[in-house]
């Protein structure tokens, strides 16, 4: 149980593109989802933290109008990437909070590696 | 503001030999506690975590981990390490519902 996925596991991208990674809870209802990005070598960096139905909390220092964060149902998040640069390569990564959970307990998708040629 | 230190950024044993790879917290009161791995171009997996209770808890893959109040640490540890176990590790704390707050992370690699 608790399974959270990640689409798509790579992305290669021109620069000015925009990219959307969808992050879906597959076995659970997820009111809470996280968007990490992490670099080579390095820990996790919350970006931003997504309630369902309403407007996410981004990190300080990050974009909100780069990295749009939409969750629109208890099982699926999206975080598009607006005219990305080769800057943002990165991977990112997602996670999942169950439902009522009282811990903070967080499941995590696979990643997305993003290239931005 | 809580933090994490994981003083090892890389450990290399050999198969067979016992691990522990060491997490100190800063924090206040007693928070949640996680360790997490990862392989190469993969997302985290709970290995366990400690909320309240018993202070060693028992993971996956044979894993476990001693909370030790009086020191601020959560070390991870494992009595017979396999080849499979080389990954990167991570611990991270939390309260409440604040953001989780992940260590720099422990590179293991495992000797034939």
């Known amino acids: 149980g608790a399974v959270v996925s990640q689409h798509p596991s790579r992305v290669i991208c021109k620069s000015g593109t925009s990219v959307k990674i969808e992050c879906r809870s597959l076995?659970?209802?997820?009111?809470?989802m996280f968007w990490y990005r992490q670099f080579p070598k390095q820990s996790l960096m919350l970006m931003a933290t997504?309630?369902?139905?309403?407007?996410?909390?981004?990190e300080q220092g990050v974009e909100k109008d780069k990295f749009l964060i939409n969750h629109a149902s208890l099982t699926l998040s999206t975080l598009t990437v607006t005219s990305a640069h080769p800057e943002d390569s990165s991977f990112y990564i997602c996670?999942?909070?169950?439902?009522?959970?009282?811990?903070?307990?967080?499941?995590f998708g696979p990643g997305t590696r993003l290239t931005v040629l | 503001a809580q933090s994490v230190t994981q003083p090892d950024i890389h450990i290399t044993v050999s198969e067979g030999a016992s691990l522990e790879l060491r997490c100190n917290y800063s924090?206040?009161?007693?928070?949640?506690l996680f360790w997490y791995v990862q392989s190469p171009g993969q997302g985290l997996q709970l290995l366990l975590k400690?909320?309240?209770?018993?202070?060693l808890v028992q993971g996956i893959k044979g894993f476990e981990a001693e909370f030790k109040r009086s020191q601020s640490s959560f070390n991870l540890r494992k009595p017979s390490v396999h080849w499979s176990d080389a990954a990167e590790y991570f611990c991270?704390?939390?309260?409440?519902?604040?953001?989780?707050?992940f260590g720099t992370g422990t590179k293991l690699q495992v000797i034939p």
């Open positions: 400690y909320f309240s209770g018993d202070t």
């Open positions: 996670s999942a909070r169950l439902a009522g959970d009282s811990y903070n307990e967080q499941f």
């Open positions: 076995d659970f209802q997820a009111t809470t």
């Open positions: 924090y206040g009161a007693t928070p949640y």
């Open positions: 997504s309630n369902e139905g309403s407007k996410a909390t981004y």
């Open positions: 991270a704390v939390a309260r409440g519902y604040q953001k989780v707050t």
